[in-house]
Each structure stands twice: as C-alpha cells, then as structure tokens.
C-alpha cells in the first residue's frame, strides 16, 4: 500500500504531468475563445444580412448600393450617431462607421438625457445618441436604453463645455 | 605470424602523444564560440527589441485611435455613468462592448509588448552569461 502511495505521490508531483495539465488549460482556453469569437460573428454577421436584405425597406430606394462598414460588418447590439430622421417609433441614426441604423423605441426603452429621464418626443434631429438594444429580424434595432450626449463636433469646437 | 606480431609491436610503439596545450586550445575554442553566440544573441535580441520599442508609438497610437472611433469608449462610459440603469441590459451592454473592440488593434500591441518583452528577457541573460564567461580559462 505504501509502495502504491509513493508511485501515486512520484505521478502526481512529476513536471510532465504538470505541463500536460498547462497544455490542456490553454486548449480549453482556446476552446473558449474561439467559441466566443465564432458567437460574437454569428450575432454581427445574422445582423449585417438583415440590415443589408431590408435596407430599401428601411431606407428607401437608393442609387447606390449600401457599403458594410470597413471590418464588414455593423454592430448589431449598439449605435452610435447623430439622429438624421425621427418618424416613431423609429429613429433613423447616422453610425460613426457611416452606415444608417433603424432604432425602434417603444415603451420600455428608457430615455436619459444628462440626469433626467425624458420621452420619445422629446428626441430631436441632430441629437447625438449612444443606444444599447437587441437586432430584429428587419437590421433594426430594438432600444432597451438611449443615452442623449453632448456631439462630439460640438465639444471640439466648444472645449469649455466639457 | 612473425608479420602480424612484428606489425603488433609497430602499432604498439606508435601511441599518439598529444601536443602540448591541446587541451587548453580546445577549451578555448570552446569559449570563443560560446562568446560569438551570445555576442550574436545580444545583438539581435537587442535589434528585436529597438524596433519593438519604436513600433510602440505608431501602434499605441492607433490602438488609441480605433477605441475612440469605435465608440467603445462611448458603451463603455455609459456602463460607469448608468450603471446602476443598465444592470438589467448587462447583456446587450456586454455585447455592445464587445462588437465594438477593436480586436485587431488590442492584439498588436500586446503582441509588440510580448515581444519587447521578452527581448528585454534575452538580452539580459545574454549579458549575464557574458560575465559569466568573461575572464574564464582553463583551470
């Protein structure tokens, strides 16, 4: 029995048991990552098909066709961007990465502009949006919260108001 | 029989001598090289380690550059100004940060830090090793 203990004790504190153990957490590791990675491109690619196959619905008929965004897809669960078009309870959102977005705000979207609480209505042209949402199955986004901000021009050319 | 003893006895009187210093010529030889090697690992470990140094600058700059237009930043800022808020969309909030790293960017520099790194690593054991060969001989 003691003979079993110390062969069990010489396996288990051996430096190779050790290192295949170091190489079996970084597999998983990778594992992991890789998964997140492929979950996370899913999510952006499902949203990119979508905005584009809806685009004309959601945008109208254009000359030109719409161009993804340079890394070639566009966020699915966020915007943000200046308000060009307000017909609720869509918002229509120029995105820094110059790509239009549809923000669908209903009921339970909460509004917050500085430290208050405000409306739909009280959204206007122009106003600088930071938006965290849900996609559709239309490229829209479904807002749960929208944040109104300072532009970012505006604080460029006012520093003082920062 | 008489051929092959007498040839025994030949070979036999023949024993290599070696030459005076022979051994100390071989040790020394073996120093040089070992010098050479660590004198060209220090070399270009510290090369490595420069041009990671200046790449620095260019590659941090558009790591910088490629948060704020990403709007990472803006997601991000909302998470410690709402936070409270946005507990109950940690999801959306999660997801949002994530499509919005710049991926690409934030591996390259940590990729040129690695590398700055570990040359840095190198190069002082290479110094090491160094003093630890210098004035060494044959004792």
């Known amino acids: 029995m003691k003979k079993i203990n110390e062969k069990l004790k010489k396996v288990f504190e051996s430096k190779f048991l050790v290192k295949i153990l170091y190489g079996i957490g970084l597999i998983v590791i990778i594992l992991i990552s890789f998964s997140a990675g492929v979950s996370v491109g899913f999510h952006r690619a499902s949203f990119g098909r979508a905005w584009g196959d809806n685009y004309v619905r959601n945008f109208g008929i254009t000359l030109e066709p719409p161009i993804f965004p340079k890394d070639n897809f566009p966020n699915a669960h966020g915007a943000i961007g200046k308000i060009i078009k307000i017909e609720l309870p869509n918002v229509i959102v120029a995105d820094r990465d110059n790509t239009e977005r549809v923000i669908v705000v209903n009921n339970d979207t909460k509004i917050e502009k500085i430290r208050n609480n405000i409306t739909s209505g009280d959204l206007k042209i122009d106003d600088f949006i930071v938006v965290i949402g849900s996609p559709n199955e239309q490229g829209q986004i479904e807002a749960k919260f929208i944040r109104v901000i300072p532009s970012p021009d505006s604080l460029l050319n006012n520093p003082q108001t920062k | ?139």
């Open chain 2, 1 to 139: 029989m008489e051929t092959k003893n007498s040839l025994k006895t030949a070979f036999n009187k023949l024993s290599y001598e070696p030459k005076e210093n022979l051994s100390l010529d071989i040790w020394t030889r073996i120093l040089k090289r070992k010098k050479q090697a660590i004198r060209f690992r220090l070399y270009a470990f510290s090369s490595l380690g420069i041009i990671s140094l200046f790449s620095f600058v260019p590659v941090f700059k558009a790591l910088f550059t490629e948060f704020a237009q990403s709007g990472f930043s803006d997601y991000l800022s909302l998470a410690f100004s709402n936070g409270s808020s946005l507990v109950v969309y940690w999801k959306d909030l999660a997801l949002s940060l994530v499509e919005s790293l710049p991926i690409f960017d934030v591996v390259l520099s940590f990729g040129i830090v690695l590398i700055f790194l570990i040359s840095l690593r190198y190069v002082l054991k290479q110094i090491i090793n160094n003093n630890n060969y210098v004035g060494q001989s044959y004792a």
